[in-house]
């Protein structure tokens, strides 16, 4: 079944009129006709089943047959991390973290940041592409984050900052627990400055490891993602 991405799309819709992007794919390139059946997503979980009723190669219109909800299973993971100097690395973060599981994602900018500068709306599209591309059904809540003292003041059951001060740092994957909200901070290449570490430790985080590797941030942020989906196996 093909699938594509409408944000404008409600469940209270009986017809749809598809983008011109979309429609020319459609109709010119899958050379789908009326009477075919399309899945539409509008990544808030929902799954629209339609069908062709007018294979206009502009403005493509569907029928909404049937919507289905799906959970997001994810919806329990919040990482905040630093961006990289070069962009293609923090896009593929962003990429792999949506297609392992997230449910919200904070850029913020420390004292060792070499970027200072995100483009939303960007990382935005990659996240639709990447949601269509692993059938995800919901879009992670993007945001960036004025300063890191307000990064600190984000709300979550568990909050922690992958600092290593000695070896006896404890494992993430140790640290967590089910049924709870968590919020992870990646740092930038040059690391946490030990007056951050210490100023989220006095606003309720916690100095966890991630293993014992040294790891580039883009890494980091992806092994993040994946021990805090590991924690229904714990």
Not at 26 to 31: A, D, E, G, K, N
Not at 198 to 208: S, T, Y
Request: charged share 30%; hydrophobic share 40%; net charge neutral.
């Amino acid at each position: 079944m093909r699938l594509f991405y409408h944000n404008d799309i409600n469940p209270h819709q009986n017809e749809v009129t598809l983008s011109a992007d979309d429609s020319k794919h459609i109709v010119r390139v899958l050379r789908m006709q009326n009477a075919e059946q399309l899945h539409l997503m509008d990544g808030k979980g929902n799954r629209y089943t339609c069908t062709i009723i007018d294979a206009h190669q502009k403005k493509c219109k569907v029928k909404v047959d049937n919507i289905e909800s799906l959970p997001q299973t994810a919806s329990h993971i919040h990482i905040g991390i630093a961006p990289t100097k070069n962009m293609d690395r923090i896009e593929f973060f962003l990429e792999k973290a949506i297609e392992i599981g997230v449910g919200k994602i904070t850029f913020f900018y420390s004292k060792h940041s070499e970027r200072k500068q995100l483009k939303l709306d960007r990382l935005e599209r990659i996240a639709v592409s990447a949601m269509k591309q692993s059938r995800k059904f919901w879009t992670p809540e993007l945001s960036i984050a004025p300063s890191f003292k307000e990064t600190l003041a984000i709300e979550a059951d568990q909050k922690f900052i992958a600092y290593v001060p000695t070896d006896a740092t404890e494992n993430l994957f140790q640290k967590i627990k089910k049924d709870q909200n968590i919020l992870v901070l990646v740092g930038p290449e040059g690391g946490f400055s030990e007056e951050e570490a210490e100023l989220a430790k006095e606003n309720g985080f916690e100095w966890v490891s991630l293993g014992k590797e040294r790891l580039r941030t883009e890494t980091a942020g992806i092994v993040t993602a994946q021990i805090l989906n590991m924690v229904d196996l714990k």
